[in-house]
């Protein structure tokens, strides 16, 4: 059981470049999350999805797009890419809203320079 | 103030010492979550609280809804408790987190 899988784990990526984070999940979770977390800060909330084809915005969704075309998949997009994006991404799953259990990704450490 | 709070914001113990993390929030939740987020970066859920006390193993998390207030005790401490521990409160999509307690445990 895999649980949540984000790739990549690192990227450098140049100002104006844009990217995808990769996150699935093989858990049949139907809540799906992106943070990000930044050095000495909370998780803040980018984007969710209660369900494959429904997505909103979280605290902080300026400069990302997510889709959510599938249960298991929840890509990040950064398009334009700003050296404020440098950070730490984390992807997680729930099966219920506010549910015992988060499973996280590893993470993907994104530096823009 | 910040919506979450932990204290202290970096704990070092010896092993085998009892352990006690704060969290305190100003916001009504519905639930309150603790974290653990090892030093190689992943995190995993340890427990949802509403209410009162859970414990699994020797962790024990307790909350008090009136006084906005959680804490995640660790009993006979070990070296792999070493981790940054995270709370974070709310309810539905509308979690937030605090910044994290660094724990070091030395053997």
């Known amino acids: 059981n895999a649980g949540v899988t984000q790739t990549p784990k690192f990227r450098i990526l140049k100002i104006g470049q844009s990217m995808t984070l990769q996150c699935t999940q093989d858990?049949?979770?139907?809540?799906m999350y992106w943070y990000r977390q930044d050095p000495g800060m909370g998780l803040k909330l980018i984007y969710y999805?209660?369900?494959?084809?429904?997505?909103d915005k979280g605290e902080v969704p300026n400069g990302y797009n997510v889709s959510r075309s599938t249960t298991e998949d929840f890509p990040l997009r950064l398009e334009l890419a700003a050296p404020s994006q440098t950070s730490v991404y984390f992807c997680?799953?729930?099966?219920?809203?506010?549910?015992?259990?988060?499973?996280f990704g590893s993470g993907t450490r994104l530096t823009v320079v | 103030k910040n919506e979450v709070e932990q204290s202290p914001q970096n704990l070092t113990a010896q092993e085998g010492e009892f352990i006690t993390i704060n969290c305190s929030y100003s916001?009504?939740?519905?639930?309150l979550h603790w974290l653990q987020q090892h030093p190689g970066g992943g995190i995993v859920s340890l427990f949802m609280?509403?209410?009162g006390k859970k414990k699994h193993g020797r962790l024990i998390a307790t909350i008090n809804i009136q006084e906005k207030h959680s804490s995640l005790h660790i009993t006979a401490s070990h070296p792999r408790d070493s981790a940054v521990y995270i709370c974070?409160?709310?309810?539905?999509?509308?979690?937030?987190f605090g910044p994290g307690t660094r724990l070091s445990v030395l053997p």
């Open positions: 997680a799953s729930s099966y219920r809203q506010g549910s015992d259990g988060y499973t």
């Open positions: 858990m049949n979770h139907n809540y």
């Open positions: 999805s209660v369900g494959a084809g429904i997505t």
């Open positions: 916001v009504g939740i519905s639930a």
């Open positions: 609280l509403s209410s």
């Open positions: 974070a409160v709310g309810g539905g999509q509308n979690f937030v």
